[in-house]
């Protein structure tokens, strides 16, 4: 079982940053992919990045690829979504995931957590 807690959401002008945090529990989370998501209101969930368990490989969206970094740290079972050069169309609330393999597809998930929101103003 993996608990997923995000953190670091907030308002930011465009082409500015944010870092968020996702803080897993449990004992396997350094076995599992993480992805992260995001939902705009009105819009269905769109994959965003994810990187394979060990850190070695890492995949992104093309909307935020060159301005996204997907990062880990399994010795403090976290995962990290570094977000520059921010634009109005990144609002959306921002979720991580866990996985045993990284994909796009937002059903190969199979844990969640609660999402946090990320605002970029114009």
């Known amino acids: 079982q993996v608990q997923l807690v995000e953190s670091g959401g907030g308002l930011v002008q465009a082409g500015g940053w944010l870092r968020l945090s996702c803080a897993a529990s449990g004992r396997i989370f350094s076995s599992y992919a993480m992805g992260w998501f995001r939902q705009a209101p009105g819009k269905d969930r769109e994959f965003v990045a994810a990187?394979?368990?060990?850190?070695?490989?890492?995949y992104y969206a093309d909307s935020v690829k060159g301005r996204f970094t997907i990062s880990r740290d399994n010795t403090k079972n976290t995962v990290y979504l570094q977000m520059n050069s921010l634009k109005p169309e990144d609002t959306a609330v921002y979720y991580c995931?866990?996985?045993?393999?990284?994909?796009?597809?937002?059903?190969?998930?199979?844990?969640w957590g609660q999402g946090t929101q990320v605002t970029v103003s114009s």
């Open positions: 990187i394979f368990w060990s850190g070695s490989s890492t």
């Open positions: 995931a866990a996985a045993r393999q990284p994909s796009r597809a937002h059903s190969e998930y199979n844990y």
